[in-house]
């Protein structure tokens, strides 16, 4: 009994400690956030939908409770890197010239420069970094390939360029369903890891209508 006594302070000290943690840790995100919604990358609700995405992916994948939450930041700042890209790059409505896309491509090695810096936020800026990598090695920065890739980074790879091809834009329309989802596929074993693929589509083509309305595309224009 007495040591019960004596050791419940230190159990609640650690307590308080890890609900410290956690609330640091959802107030960087946040800031992050926010940092990035100034930027006028309309993020927050992609970021949010991608978290979503990326758990469910995680959780079917039976990924350990440490990798989903690295999987959750890595989904939710994902572009924090894109706070070093000039507004005429990311703003530029036509197809960037070769030396534009050069420097659009650092903005994984950007993200990953900050996000390092954080205690608990180490090995979800090595996510970051990698989420243009692609499954046959013909990605960026580090040109990894399959396993080498974080599996972490692959989910995100994956449902980044589906909500990117689904989504209206003030210079494009969102594609139809059937059409990212025929490019997913194609890309399926090449940019994109078929097992991730595989796994995102079997929920995402039975919740179809909720997809669009997230994304804001109607199923019937879709369609």
């Not at 040591?3 to 230190?10: I, M």
């Not at 609330?23 to 926010?34: E, H, K, P, T």
Request: hydrophobic residues 45%; charged residues 25%; aromatic residues 6%.
């Amino acid at each position: 009994m007495d040591t019960t006594l004596h050791l419940a302070p230190d159990s609640l000290r650690v307590k308080q400690a890890e609900e410290q943690i956690s609330a640091l840790r959802s107030s960087v995100i946040c800031a992050f956030n926010q940092l990035l919604d100034l930027k006028d990358l309309n993020t927050g609700v992609h970021s949010t939908r991608l978290a979503e995405w990326g758990m469910r992916v995680g959780q079917e994948l039976g990924l350990e409770e440490p990798v989903l939450q690295n999987l959750e930041i890595a989904a939710l700042l994902h572009d924090i890197g894109k706070v070093g890209i000039p507004d005429a790059i990311l703003r530029k409505p036509g197809k960037l010239e070769p030396d534009e896309y050069a420097l659009m491509k650092k903005h994984p090695e950007y993200g990953w420069a900050v996000l390092r810096m954080l205690p608990g936020f180490e090995r979800a800026a090595l996510d970051i970094l990698h989420h243009h990598e692609s499954f046959d090695g013909k990605g960026y920065p580090a040109g990894l390939k399959e396993a080498e890739v974080p599996i972490v980074s692959r989910i995100v790879s994956v449902i980044d360029a589906f909500d990117a091809m689904v989504s209206s834009r003030p210079y494009r329309k969102g594609l139809p369903f059937e059409e990212a989802v025929r490019r997913l596929i194609l890309a399926s074993g090449t940019q994109f890891d078929p097992v991730v693929v595989q796994c995102f589509l079997s929920f995402a083509q039975t919740e179809m209508a909720g997809v669009f309305a997230a994304a804001g595309t109607s199923v019937s224009s879709a369609l």
